[in-house]
C-alpha cells in the first residue's frame, strides 16, 4: 500500500511532466491572483489598484500567492484528469470542484471590511455576516487551505489510480 504523502506527490507530478500543464497552471496562477486582487477594487467604490496594492501587506501576498496556487494547482490537475480519462464521469466533480477553488479563494482573501462587504452584499449576506467573518478571518482561510489540499489529494488519488470514485 502506498503512503498518502507518496500519493499526493506523485499526483501533483504526473501532470506537471506535461509542459502544457505547467503553462496552464502558470496561466490560472496569474488569473486567481489578478482576481484577487482586483475584485476589491471592483467591489469598491473608490478603491483604486494603486489604493489596494497599498491596503495589502506582506502576509497577505503570501496568502494571496499561496490561494493563487493551490486553486490553480487543481484545476491544473483536474485537467489533466479529464484529458487522460477521455470520459466524462469525473467532469461534474471537476467543475464542482473549480468553482469551489474560485469561491474558496475569493473567500479566503476576505482580510477588510471594506472589501469583504460589497463582495457579500452580492451573496445577499448582511453587515453582520462580514463582521464575523472578519472576526475569524484565519480560521476560514486554514478551513479553505485544509478543503483544498483534501481536494488536490483526492485528485492525486484518481491521478494514481488509487481511486476511481474521487
Known amino acids: 500500500m502506498r503512503q498518502p504523502l507518496n500519493i499526493?506527490?506523485?499526483?501533483?507530478?504526473?501532470?506537471?511532466?506535461n509542459k502544457n500543464y505547467i503553462s496552464i497552471f502558470l496561466a490560472l496562477f496569474f488569473v486567481f491572483f489578478a482576481l484577487f486582487v482586483f475584485i476589491p477594487v471592483w467591489t469598491v467604490a473608490g478603491n483604486t489598484l494603486t489604493t489596494q496594492l497599498d491596503i495589502f501587506t506582506a502576509r497577505d501576498y503570501v496568502v494571496l500567492i499561496f490561494l493563487s496556487s493551490l486553486s490553480s494547482l487543481f484545476i491544473a490537475m483536474q485537467t489533466y484528469v479529464m484529458r487522460e480519462r477521455k470520459e466524462i464521469a469525473g467532469a461534474s466533480t471537476a467543475v464542482g470542484g473549480?468553482?469551489?477553488?474560485?469561491?474558496?479563494?475569493?473567500a479566503g482573501t476576505a482580510f477588510c471590511a471594506s472589501c469583504l462587504a460589497p463582495l457579500f452584499a452580492v451573496f445577499g449576506i448582511g453587515f453582520g455576516g462580514v463582521i464575523f467573518v472578519l472576526n475569524y478571518r484565519w480560521y476560514f482561510v486554514v478551513a479553505i487551505t485544509l478543503l483544498m489540499l483534501i481536494a488536490i489529494y483526492l485528485?492525486?488519488?484518481k491521478i494514481n489510480k488509487v481511486c476511481t470514485s474521487c
Open 155 to 157: 485528485t492525486a488519488r
Open 98 to 106: 473549480g468553482l469551489g477553488a474560485i469561491f474558496a479563494g475569493i
Open 8 to 17: 499526493f506527490w506523485l499526483g501533483i507530478r504526473e501532470p506537471f511532466k
